[in-house]
């Protein structure tokens, strides 16, 4: 059975502020599209977007900002422009509320909660108000709704703003990297954040271990993969330490660029505050590159085997610098590490993840 699949994200991947949630979402929509469903991709529009086209079998529909997607597209359910058999609402913090609509099915996917990042982000009243959007009106909305979490960690936070956990699938990223045998690992130590240049990424943290670190490592690199506008105060930041000959920012790269960067460094540094899954820890497994997270992040916690794949820290940077420095310095550990996320990673598939995604929006679409 061939479906009309309507999905509402506020970014696609050409998005400026793209990250690891849009990978997830567009490879699932071209994966559909080549199972033979339709799939409509209703998105904000950004500088220099085209508003509609058709890439690799997905329809993107781009119409309103940053945050006038969301009425607009409520509007557009409400009129049943898009007569879809069921609709995939991506709640990024911020509800689509697609279900008030009453005309089909909704799947709400939710990558993680957004508790610690709306203070981040936005000023105390703004925070206090998406939280309450979040936490409160959403689990109401959404009650008789199925979801689907990026995560284990995910799933119970889910619960815990009381949304039934008989309710919520897992289904997982995958990966589409391939180890590159031809790229070697860099001659000397170094570290590599991948993300974007957001406050809530807390590349600072990196940043900081680097230049507690480069005294006893003097060779010692970080390349920062990735574009935001919060780029400015990292560039002062890195003057402010002086670490100004040992950083690199790369900007945004292309797929091979990055996959390069991820093979040749010793560590992945990831300081993010909040994480549904952390698609990058499986990129940088796949080339044998273990990572550094904080447990408190959440997504890592289930993407990271601690101890074995890479390692989980509880909070600050002083623990964050001590697990970065461990791993640069002690070889047999960091080969061991290595070997194991290898392996580690190549469980994940993105033909299964859209597998379990067209059983899910079939069974979905099947109770309408």
Wanted: charged share 20%; net charge negative.
């Amino acid at each position: 059975m061939a479906l009309r699949i309507l999905l509402l994200n506020w970014r696609d991947m050409d998005h400026p502020e793209a990250g690891g949630a849009e990978k997830y979402l567009v490879t699932v929509a071209e994966g559909l599209a080549a199972r033979g469903h339709e799939v409509i991709f209703r998105t904000a529009a950004y500088p220099g977007a085209v508003q509609e086209e058709v890439v690799r079998g997905v329809r993107y529909i781009r119409k309103g900002g940053r945050l006038g997607i969301y009425p607009r597209a409520l509007a557009a359910n409400l009129l049943r422009r898009y007569d879809a058999d069921v609709v995939v609402d991506v709640q990024n913090g911020m509800p689509f509320l697609s279900p008030l609509t009453r005309h089909r099915p909704v799947v709400n996917l939710v990558h993680h909660v957004h508790k610690e990042q709306w203070p981040v982000v936005f000023g105390p009243r703004l925070s206090r108000a998406g939280w309450w959007l979040e936490s409160r009106l959403a689990p109401i909305v959404y009650r008789n709704t199925d979801y689907v979490a990026v995560s284990d960690s995910t799933r119970a936070e889910l619960s815990g703003l009381g949304v039934d956990a008989n309710r919520i699938q897992v289904i997982h990223n995958g990966t589409d990297a391939t180890p590159l045998d031809a790229e070697p690992r860099s001659n000397q130590p170094s570290m590599i954040v991948l993300g974007r240049l957001v406050p809530q990424k807390r590349i600072e943290f990196a940043l900081e271990a680097l230049a507690q670190l480069v005294g006893e490592m003097p060779t010692l690199t970080l390349d920062v993969v990735g574009s935001g506008w919060w780029e400015s105060h990292l560039l002062e930041r890195v003057a402010e330490l002086g670490i100004d000959q040992h950083v690199t920012f790369h900007g945004h790269v292309s797929e091979a660029e990055k996959h390069q960067l991820l093979a040749r460094a010793w560590v992945h540094a990831l300081p993010s505050l909040k994480e549904g899954w952390g698609l990058v820890v499986v990129e940088a497994g796949i080339h044998g590159t273990p990572t550094v997270a904080f447990s408190e992040a959440g997504g890592p916690t289930n993407s990271i085997v601690h101890g074995r794949t890479g390692l989980l820290v509880d909070h600050g940077s002083e623990a964050f610098t001590q697990a970065v420095r461990s791993l640069l310095v002690d070889d047999d550990l960091r080969d061991r590490m290595s070997g194991e996320v290898t392996t580690w990673v190549s469980q994940f598939h993105w033909d299964e993840t859209v597998a379990k995604w067209e059983q899910a929006l079939l069974r979905s679409a099947g109770s309408r």
